[in-house]
């Protein structure tokens, strides 16, 4: 099973940018798809989360409004949209899968992960 992140780069201040997780390896659609991310010396935050089954999300608190998750099971693909991006945004995203429908939001409730890609959101 592996997770590719994409997507990420540096935008200013009220900016957008849409992260891609790309899965492969998996044997069915059964798994809930997170975001989370990491800023210089502060803990790995979960952002987001969608299921597996009805396409439900869950946002923190602070990006809610502002980032939408989508998931297209025919490309094996989820998506961040990110827009009005704030400097405090800046972190590396990851995305994980946790098996079953399950809206996970502890980064330790996450089977598998991808590599980060790095957001950057200058004033």
């Known amino acids: 099973v592996q997770l590719q992140a994409s997507g990420g780069g540096l935008v200013q201040a009220g900016g957008s940018l849409r992260l891609s997780c790309r899965t492969s390896?998996?044997?069915?659609?059964?798994?809930?798809i997170g975001w989370f991310r990491q800023a210089p010396g502060k803990e790995r935050e979960w952002v987001s989360v969608?299921?597996?089954?009805?396409?439900?999300?869950l946002y923190r608190t602070n990006v809610k409004g502002r980032f939408t998750m989508t998931r297209d099971n025919a490309k094996n693909t989820v998506y961040l949209q990110m827009n009005n991006l704030k400097l405090e945004d800046s972190a590396v995203y990851y995305c994980?899968?946790?098996?079953?429908?399950?809206?996970?939001?502890?980064?330790?409730?996450?089977?598998?992960w991808g590599q980060g890609t790095l957001v950057t959101v200058s004033s």
């Open positions: 994980a899968a946790v098996r079953g429908a399950l809206l996970a939001t502890v980064p330790g409730m996450y089977d598998y």
């Open positions: 390896g998996f044997t069915d659609d059964d798994y809930a």
């Open positions: 969608i299921s597996s089954t009805d396409g439900t999300t």
